[in-house]
């Protein structure tokens, strides 16, 4: 029983006394992770004390669950306009990692090659510089149009959150009845 007095006298009170013991500890090299072996023995033990404990905590994670479930609901309707901002978001990211790849190529075999004369050196160089900026302005251009329908989205999902029509004759907000 001396143990939880023991714990709660150590316990600091406040995060700047948390804080001090921290970098006292550093200091000293003294600090100490559980592993998860260590910490599952850990959270074992205190339910086993506390048997509402590990109910309390089924009940958190079947609400999360419910949660979840109603979120993925409520966005269903919405599933192509998100698959399509992911396949946006994907071809933006492509895009922009292929980038680095000219600047390789125009450094590497166009500028540092020797066997190239200057004619032809820039001959090279002018199609990579405009396929590049190809690039570079394509992956803008997606980017945009992500934004945009990302915000078209954003804007449907929060009306479809609203009431109905005032005079509550339908529940496709506003959609069905013209007003």
């Known amino acids: ?66 949660q979840l479930r109603e979120y993925l609901r409520w966005l269903r309707p919405h599933r192509y306009a998100i698959g399509a901002l992911l396949v946006l978001a994907l071809l933006a990211a492509g895009l922009e990692l292929v980038e680095p790849l000219f600047m390789r190529f125009i450094i590497d075999r166009v500028l540092l090659n020797p066997g190239l004369d200057s004619a032809s050196r820039l001959a090279q160089l002018n199609l990579a510089g405009a396929l590049f900026v190809g690039v570079v302005v394509l992956s803008r251009l997606i980017e945009a149009l992500k934004d945009y329908r990302q915000h078209l989205v954003n804007v449907r999902a929060m009306l479809s959150l609203a009431s109905p029509c005032s005079s509550g004759c339908c529940t496709c907000h506003c959609r069905g009845c013209g007003t």
């Open 1 to 66: 029983m001396s143990e939880p007095t023991e714990t709660r006298l150590n316990h600091a009170r406040s995060s700047r006394e948390r804080y001090r013991r921290f970098v006292q500890k550093y200091k000293q090299r003294q600090l100490e992770e559980l592993s998860e072996d260590e910490q599952q023995r850990e959270d074992s033990a205190s339910t086993a004390k506390d048997p509402s404990a590990s109910s309390s905590r089924r009940a958190q994670r079947g609400k999360r669950r419910e």
